[in-house]
């Protein structure tokens, strides 16, 4: 089993700039790719950002040049870099690791762009 603890939602003005973190623990040598979800009121979740074990990156096309994900395997841990945030990138953000036996969630964290 992998456990995924994320932090650092919140509210932004549009423009701003936020980073989330997700500390993987666990089975962590079984994970395949950790990646970025998010989920909007009344939408499904959808794929923001991905990065595989040997650490190529996928980007949903609307978050390309904006958002960022890196890892630092010392700390377990996966981030992603928001930037230039905009108010359609309000929604809940959920980490997610991907392992032969299926996926694991964290619990979610609110990102909120407003003025």
């Known amino acids: 089993q992998v456990q995924l603890v994320e932090s650092g939602g919140g509210l932004v003005q549009p423009g701003g700039s936020l980073r989330l973190s997700c500390a993987a623990s666990?089975?962590?040598?079984?994970?395949?790719?950790m990646g970025w979800y998010r989920q909007a009121p009344g939408k499904q979740r959808e794929l923001v950002a991905s990065?595989?074990?040997?650490?190529?990156?996928n980007y949903a096309a609307s978050v390309k040049g904006r958002f960022t994900i890196s890892r630092d395997n010392a700390k377990n841990t996966v981030y992603l870099q928001m930037n230039s945030l905009k108010p359609e990138d309000t929604a809940v953000y959920y980490c997610?690791?991907?392992?032969?036996?299926?996926?694991?969630w964290g619990q979610g964290t609110q990102v909120t762009v407003s003025s």
């Open positions: 990065m595989a074990r040997g650490g190529s990156t």
């Open positions: 666990g089975s962590i040598f079984s994970i395949n790719a």
């Open positions: 997610n690791a991907q392992l032969y036996v299926g996926d694991y």
